[in-house]
């Protein structure tokens, strides 16, 4: 990850970009920017994801290729926890579908450099400056944060391969970080006033 960036999606740039992406031809380009907000995978790691490779009942999500896999290939997939707001769109997707089978692919967005180029041009629709795709997944980072506080839980939703990597991704807004010390300070210092 680039040390340097820090791009997250601020006021109502997360409505503006899936109005953009919703005008793709490319119907799932939608979902996917969602998916990725949601669950925090990599690209590569959500393009290739297959019905099979999710599981609803154990709410959780088989990843035969990850980028941080250094293992052999006994060990087996990764498996991480989907998230509700992933699991929801998964299911929605799944019911537009209703011939999809165990081994087709989930997201039918083409190529990862087709959808790179649609993703460039919908962002510059949507006056979206500097955003990458990749800046998602900083996104939704910072926004599991929210839910997985313990920083080890998080890594396992988001497959950061260590602590140091995670904190990379993690980029809280300010105004966030000053509402929980507000909240704090009203909850613990309110009656002493």
């Known amino acids: 990850a680039d040390k340097k960036r820090n ?8 409505d503006r970009l899936l109005e953009a992406m919703a005008t793709s031809p ?16 990599r690209r590569e ?10 599981d609803f009942d154990r709410h959780a999500l088989s990843l035969e290729k990850t980028k941080t896999m250094h293992r052999a290939i006994e060990r087996g997939p990764e498996i991480r926890p989907l998230t509700p707001g992933a699991a929801r769109l ?29 993703f460039g041009r919908m962002t510059k629709k949507a006056g979206l400056r500097d955003l990458t795709f990749h800046d998602l997944r900083h996104e939704a980072t910072s926004r599991l ?23 990379r991704y993690y980029q809280p807004h300010t105004e966030d970080l000053a509402a929980k010390a507000i909240a704090y300070e009203k909850r613990n210092f309110a009656d002493k006033n």
């Open 7 to 14: 791009r997250r999606l601020i006021g109502d740039e997360y």
């Open 26 to 41: 490319w119907p799932d380009d939608v979902t996917f920017v969602q998916f990725a907000i949601e669950q925090g995978t």
């Open 45 to 54: 790691e959500a393009l290739t994801l297959r019905w099979r490779d999710i």
């Open 90 to 118: 998964l299911r929605a997707l799944q019911a537009q579908r209703k011939s999809a089978r165990p081994g087709d692919l989930i997201f039918d967005i083409g190529s990862k450099d087709a959808f790179s180029v649609r």
């Open 145 to 167: 944060a929210r839910i997985y506080t313990n920083p080890l839980e998080l890594r396992r939703v988001t497959g950061h391969k260590d602590i140091k990597s995670l904190d």
